[in-house]
């Protein structure tokens, strides 16, 4: 094997035949070789998110609407125009949370604050853990209904 950064491995793939590169810390891969070396994946994380439950949520209810009589396909919709409105800078992720997410966090501006691997659901974890400081999720589906996360640290 040539000389990678240290934390990488060089593999090859079974499908294609062509070397790949594995971050024997996050067990993340890429085609691209690298040139930094690898580092390990955050221990905690923070953000905010914007929750839109609806009605198979866990809990079909929040601070701003008992029940919740929605949709899930309602829901995704109402989310996606929150988000568009993000993208397009006509609201920040701050005043959308705090307006309409259905979690309390929303005295907050949707902060989560710091946490880590297993203090969330895990298609949220995962979600977070994936994105970098700054970026903003797409639609996340989980037991408390769907969100969108703005990973801040």
């Not at 990678?4 to 594995?22: D, V």
Request: glycine share 8%; aromatic share 8%; proline share 5%.
């Amino acid at each position: 094997m040539s000389d990678l950064p240290s934390g990488w491995e060089e593999r090859t793939s079974r499908s294609t035949g062509q070397s790949y590169f594995l971050n024997q810390f996050t067990k993340q891969s890429q085609w691209d070789r690298p040139t930094e070396p690898a580092s390990a994946a955050p221990s905690q994380v923070r953000a905010s998110h914007l929750l839109v439950k609806h009605k198979d949520s866990r809990r079909p209810a929040s601070w701003r609407e008992d029940p919740i009589t929605r949709s899930k396909e309602d829901a995704l919709e109402i989310l996606a125009g929150y988000r568009k409105r993000i993208v397009n800078k006509e609201a920040t992720f701050e005043e959308l949370a705090g307006q309409f997410s259905d979690c309390s966090s929303a005295k907050k501006g949707g902060d989560l604050g710091m946490f880590g691997p297993g203090q969330m659901q895990k298609p949220f974890e995962e979600a977070t853990f994936a994105l970098q400081v700054g970026e903003m999720s797409e639609a996340v589906d989980t037991d408390s209904g769907v969100h969108i996360i703005l990973r801040t640290k």
